[in-house]
Each structure stands twice: as C-alpha cells, then as structure tokens.
C-alpha cells in the first residue's frame, strides 16, 4: 500500500500528503512537532511516524516487511495506548520514536549500529509505553494490582509494556519480524528487552553512573566516530539513548515542552485524585492543591534531566549541545516564573545566644553576656591580624567587585526584617523541599533497584554453581560409564586374543603331525 493511500485512510485528508512531503525535512530534525501531526492524522501521529521512519530508513526493505503488515501493525499498536491518558499515550511514543531516529543520526555514532540495532531500538520506542494506564509503578504496587502481582513489583510498567508489544506481534497479518531468521529475532527481543527495562525510573541512577564511566573511558577513531567494538558498549549506548528520548521533553523547544508539562502534570494530578479518595499518601508532584508546577520542572531539570543530557553531550560531543542550550534556557523560564513568597513581617530582633570572647579591656559600653568588657573607646577588635587599610576601610570579605554605586548585592533574596537577621528566601526552601522529596523517591527506588540486582546477580549465581554442579555430575557418570565401557572391551580383546593363541597352538600341532 503507497503512502499516500495510507494517510487517506488513516486521516480522510488527501491534501495531507502534500504537507507530509515538507514535513519530511523535519522528521529527521530535532524538535518536530508532533501535536500538529497528530492533528493532522486523525490522531495516527505514532502510524505516520513509525511507517515513514521505517521506509526513510529502508528497514522495510532491508528486512524483507511486508507493507500490509507493517501498516496492520502499526495501527494495532496505536489502537492499545490509550487516548483518555493525558501524558504517556501514543502521542508520547510517536515523540520518543521521533526522537530516538534523530539520536541514531548523531555523527559521533555515524555506522556503529547494525541495522538489527537500529530496527530494535526503534521498535523499543515505539512500544514502550503501550497499555500504560496512566499511573506509576509505585501506585500499582501499592494497590496489589494484578500487574505488580504478576511481576513481583519488579519494573511492573515496563514489564507489561514489552509482553504487549510482542504479543501484538501474533494477531492476523501484525508479525513485522516475519522474515527474520531464528537467531536474529532471538537478538532483536533480547535487545529490545534491555532497552524498555532501562525506561524504569528506578534504574536512572545506575544507568546514569554506568553512562559517566563510558564517557570517563571512551575511544573515538581518528574521525571523531566512539569506537563500540562489542556488544556490551553498543547496547548500554542504545539503552541509553532511548532513555534520553524518554526524558527530551525538556530539551525541546518551550512551546512543545510547556504542552508536554501540562500533560504530564494532568496525568500526576488524576493520580493524586485517586490516592486521596482511597486515603493513601499522594505521591510526590501528584497533590492538585499544594504542587508548584514551575518548581517540580526546575527540580525534575536539575536532579534528573540535565545531569543525564550532559553526561550524554560529553558522549557525543559535540553534537548534543543545542539541546543541552535548550534545556537550560527552558530550566530559566521555569525559574523565572517561581511563584515569589510574600516578605515575613516584621517582629523583635532575636537576642544573640552567645559572642566570641575577644580581647579584655575597659570602656563605657556595657559587659557583653559573657561579662567580657567591650574593649576601651567601645572599639570592636579585628577579626584577624590583617592591618586596616589606610583611611580606615574596611576590607571586603570577597575578591568580587563592589556594584556601582557602592552597594552590596544581598545574600538573600528576601527583604531583611527590621531589627533582626537576613532570612533565607521561602522560595528557595520550599524548592529544596521538592528537590529533597523528589531525591528521596529516587533514591529509594534506586536502592530497591539495587538490592533486586544483587539478589538477582546471587541467584544467577545460584543457578550458574547448580548448573556446574550438574554438568560435573554429568560428566562423572559418562566418565563412569567409559571407564566401564573400556573395560568391556579389554576383557572382550583378551579373550578374543587368549582364543586366537589356542587357535594358533593348534594349528602348529596340525603342522607337526604334518611333517612326522
């Protein structure tokens, strides 16, 4: 089926090829605007991207896909995200499957992925979010969900979305794969796997510090193209990647990422929703009433995203740079728009809890709470042995130019109260606060993470001595049985040899009674 049969299908809007064919430009450019595609397609954004991309890229033919079937599929695959989710629905995954074909394009990886590769990381993309019902991990274990029962709360999402995607791969005329051989599908699913497993959140940190020690021991050749001669570099590369793509939102031009921003923080707020009608403790960035939008994106940006893009800009520099830019000018426009607290008003000045003890002396000034007397003239002794400049100034305590003008900048941003200390600004704390909540789920998700890899590892482990365990086994019972088997046969030679003597005696007696 042509491409332009496709779309009329799909959109009932014939003149939408003509569009298409400007819009190809940008398909291979980052920042395509994918809410105006869907528009477009009828809400077919992840059809169109995914059927183009795969012809752009000649997978079509390189793999032997059926056109009907790829169609079939793609529009089945569409049809199982779902459209009442506000954030992670097919539209998402049609941006993350865009965005991971702009990353594979990036000149420091230009011909270091196999076409298996490159067709499996787009698929992972394209898949791995679908089903996803609009809640988080944590939601379906808490609430003993059939899913987080069946996946023994591990990556319970990602789980779901991978037996999903392959599944649909077994409904009439969907098998894309079709014409792969045994062990290339074997490789595909095995690397496909690994890449939607990664898009857990609770893996980000060991996927962020496996990604630093990359780019500490990276190799490029003489053309500045990274040097993956072996599957572990180039899978923890892809993983990588389509994790990024997860997590592009923010590098995106600031009309596209403030849509995405909205949508997500609809979807946390219907969460928060149905954790306070079953009076569970809302999740963090998910309480409607007390959530500051602008300082979860400013949180989410410093502790999440841009520590990932810039580890990532080091990787492939330096090709990733506009979009480290970008993001850090969107990360600007969310700080900017801060909601700013009102001062504090004004009170008593605290009385000081102590004062360092100095040099004695007299004066008319009263004894200070230690009852050390303030030194003659009421003079306050230095605070080191540095001599006063002459005309008396007064040092600074920075090398940083005073202001014009003779002002010093604040520390804090938060007007001093009258007669008492300078208080922290109630902005800045309460975007630690966020910063801090947020860190905490991080972290938490990121040590279970942990311990699961190490049970994990144990058990492998486990299985692997068993299995030597029963290999030895094995090969003493076939040592056994040959050692029996050689010894059959020696008893068997040496009878057959003690025969041949007899037979050999005989025939020289014969030949004796011949000659008398």
Same mark, same amino acid.
């Given at each position: 089926?042509?491409?332009?049969?496709?779309?009329?299908?799909?959109?009932?809007?014939?003149?939408?090829?003509?569009?298409?064919?400007?819009?190809?430009?940008?398909?291979?450019?980052?920042?395509?605007?994918?809410?105006?595609?869907?528009?477009?397609?009828?809400?077919?954004?992840?059809?169109?991207?995914?059927?183009?991309?795969?012809?752009?890229?000649?997978?079509?033919?390189?793999?032997?896909?059926?056109?009907?079937?790829?169609?079939?599929?793609?529009?089945?695959?569409?049809?199982?995200?779902?459209?009442?989710?506000?954030?992670?629905?097919?539209?998402?995954?049609?941006?993350?499957?865009?965005?991971?074909?702009?990353?594979?394009?990036?000149?420091?990886?230009?011909?270091?992925?196999?076409?298996?590769?490159?067709?499996?990381?787009?698929?992972?993309?394209?898949?791995?979010?679908?089903?996803?019902?609009?809640?988080?991990?944590?939601?379906?274990?808490?609430?003993?969900?059939?899913?987080?029962?069946?996946?023994?709360?591990?990556?319970?999402?990602?789980?779901?979305?991978?037996?999903?995607?392959?599944?649909?791969?077994?409904?009439?005329?969907?098998?894309?794969?079709?014409?792969?051989?045994?062990?290339?599908?074997?490789?595909?699913?095995?690397?496909?796997?690994?890449?939607?497993?990664?898009?857990?959140?609770?893996?980000?940190?060991?996927?962020?510090?496996?990604?630093?020690?990359?780019?500490?021991?990276?190799?490029?050749?003489?053309?500045?193209?990274?040097?993956?001669?072996?599957?572990?570099?180039?899978?923890?590369?892809?993983?990588?990647?389509?994790?990024?793509?997860?997590?592009?939102?923010?590098?995106?031009?600031?009309?596209?990422?403030?849509?995405?921003?909205?949508?997500?923080?609809?979807?946390?707020?219907?969460?928060?929703?149905?954790?306070?009608?079953?009076?569970?403790?809302?999740?963090?960035?998910?309480?409607?009433?007390?959530?500051?939008?602008?300082?979860?994106?400013?949180?989410?940006?410093?502790?999440?995203?841009?520590?990932?893009?810039?580890?990532?800009?080091?990787?492939?520099?330096?090709?990733?740079?506009?979009?480290?830019?970008?993001?850090?000018?969107?990360?600007?426009?969310?700080?900017?728009?801060?909601?700013?607290?009102?001062?504090?008003?004004?009170?008593?000045?605290?009385?000081?809890?102590?004062?360092?003890?100095?040099?004695?002396?007299?004066?008319?000034?009263?004894?200070?709470?230690? &009852?050390?007397?303030? +030194? #003659? !003239? *009421?003079?306050?002794? /230095?605070?080191? @042995? %540095? $001599?006063?400049?002459?005309? =008396?100034?007064?040092?600074?305590?920075? &090398?940083?130019?005073? +202001? #014009? !003008? *003779?002002?010093?900048? /604040?520390?804090? @941003? %938060? $007007?001093?109260?009258?007669? =008492?200390?300078?208080?922290?600004?109630?902005?800045?704390?309460?975007?630690?606060?966020?910063?801090?909540?947020?860190?905490?789920?991080?972290?938490?998700?990121?040590?279970?993470?942990?311990?699961?890899?190490?049970?994990?590892?144990?058990?492998?482990?486990?299985?692997?001595?068993?299995?030597?365990?029963?290999?030895?086994?094995?090969?003493?019972?076939?040592?056994?049985?040959?050692?029996?088997?050689?010894?059959?046969?020696?008893?068997?030679?040496?009878?057959?040899?003690?025969?041949?003597?007899?037979?050999?005696?005989?025939?020289?007696?014969?030949?004796?009674?011949?000659?008398?």
């Amino acid at each position: 089926m042509p491409l332009v049969d496709f779309f009329c299908e799909t959109c009932a809007k014939p003149w939408l090829v003509g569009w298409w064919d400007q819009e190809l430009d940008s398909l291979n450019k980052w920042g395509l605007n994918i809410f105006r595609i869907s528009e477009y397609s009828n809400n077919r954004s992840l059809s169109c991207i995914m059927y183009t991309i795969f012809q752009e890229r000649e997978l079509v033919k390189t793999f032997r896909i059926p056109v009907e079937t790829l169609l079939t599929y793609t529009l089945t695959l569409e049809d199982h995200y779902h459209a009442d989710v506000a954030y992670h629905n097919s539209l998402h995954a049609a941006d993350v499957m865009q965005s991971t074909h702009v990353l594979l394009a990036t000149p420091a990886l230009d011909a270091v992925f196999t076409d298996l590769e490159i067709l499996a990381a787009l698929f992972a993309a394209a898949i791995h979010d679908v089903d996803h019902p609009g809640v988080s991990n944590q939601f379906l274990i808490n609430t003993n969900s059939e899913l987080a029962l069946m996946y023994n709360d591990e990556s319970v999402l990602e789980n779901h979305h991978l037996a999903v995607g392959f599944k649909l791969l077994q409904e009439e005329n969907c098998d894309i794969f079709q014409n792969l051989s045994k062990r290339q599908r074997q490789t595909l699913r095995k690397m496909v796997i690994d890449m939607v497993l990664a898009t857990d959140m609770s893996k980000h940190m060991s996927l962020l510090a496996d990604l630093k020690t990359m780019v500490e021991t990276k190799k490029v050749t003489s053309s500045g193209v990274l040097l993956l001669d072996n599957y572990t570099d180039r899978i923890q590369v892809l993983r990588n990647m389509v994790h990024c793509a997860d997590l592009s939102n923010p590098t995106k031009p600031l009309g596209l990422y403030r849509q995405w921003t909205e949508r997500i923080m609809e979807e946390f707020f219907r969460q928060g929703d149905r954790e306070r009608e079953r009076g569970m403790e809302i999740s963090p960035m998910c309480d409607k009433h007390s959530a500051s939008v602008e300082k979860s994106q400013v949180g989410f940006i410093d502790y999440i995203v841009h520590p990932l893009w810039e580890t990532w800009a080091d990787l492939v520099a330096p090709d990733a740079q506009e979009q480290l830019e970008t993001l850090e000018q969107n990360r600007d426009w969310y700080q900017r728009r801060v909601p700013s607290s009102p001062s504090p008003p004004p009170g008593p000045a605290p009385a000081p809890r102590f004062r360092f003890r100095l040099h004695p002396g007299e004066g008319d000034e009263p004894p200070w709470p230690d &009852d050390t007397p303030t +030194p #003659p !003239g *009421g003079a306050v002794p /230095p605070y080191s @042995d %540095t $001599p006063t400049p002459p005309g =008396g100034a007064v040092l600074p305590l920075f &090398d940083s130019p005073t +202001p #014009p !003008g *003779g002002a010093v900048p /604040p520390l804090f @941003d %938060t $007007p001093t109260p009258p007669g =008492g200390p300078p208080m922290p600004s109630k902005r800045m704390q309460e975007l630690e606060e966020v910063s801090k909540e947020l860190l905490k789920v991080l972290l938490s998700d990121w040590a279970d993470s942990l311990l699961q890899r190490s049970l994990d590892k144990r058990t492998r482990a486990d299985d692997k001595l068993l299995g030597a365990q029963a290999t030895a086994a094995r090969l003493l019972r076939e040592l056994t049985a040959a050692e029996e088997t050689v010894a059959r046969t020696l008893l068997e030679r040496e009878s057959e040899l003690q025969r041949l003597l007899r037979r050999l005696r005989d025939l020289e007696q014969e030949l004796e009674r011949a000659r008398e």
